[in-house]
Nanobody, 125 residues
Framework: VQLEESGGGFLQAGESLRLSCAGSGRDFGTYAIGWFRQTLGREREIVAALSGNGDNTYYSTSVRGRFTVSRDKAKNTAYLQMTNPKPEDTADYFC???????????????????WGQGTQVTVSS
């Protein structure tokens, strides 16, 4: 499975942005998905996660209520909708996937088998 993020860029605080994660390979629509972010000198941290069956989501405290993770199975693409972003959301964003079709969401980097190259998001105040 190969993942490719897109949609990053420069935006003002409060503007909305949607990141995309296009996946190759069969059954990508049933993979558990994670969105992570990383800034210079810091560990990569979980932002949002979606279970393989699509029924469950997880959001970090810092983005809960502002970001939404979703997936379009027909397009083999996962999304991270960023609403009301803040300057502290500035980071490189990565999508990750692991082959599991269950209800569980995953929070740790080592739980994911596949990673994209990342897309940069800069939020200006």
């Amino acid at each position: 499975v190969q993942l490719e993020e897109s949609g990053g860029g420069f935006l003002q605080a409060g503007e909305s942005l949607r990141l995309s994660c296009a996946g190759s390979g069969r059954d990508f629509g049933t993979y558990a998905i994670g969105w992570f972010r990383q800034t210079l000198g810091r560990e990569r941290e979980i932002v949002a996660a979606l279970s393989g069956n699509g029924d469950n989501t997880y959001y970090s405290t810092s983005v809960r209520g502002r970001f939404t993770v979703s997936r379009d199975k027909a397009k083999n693409t996962a999304y991270l909708q960023m609403t009301n972003p803040k300057p502290e959301d500035t980071a490189d964003y990565f999508c990750a996937a692991t082959l599991t079709s269950g209800y569980q969401t995953y929070y740790y980097r080592q739980e994911y088998s596949y990673w994209g190259q990342g897309t940069q998001v800069t939020v200006s105040s």
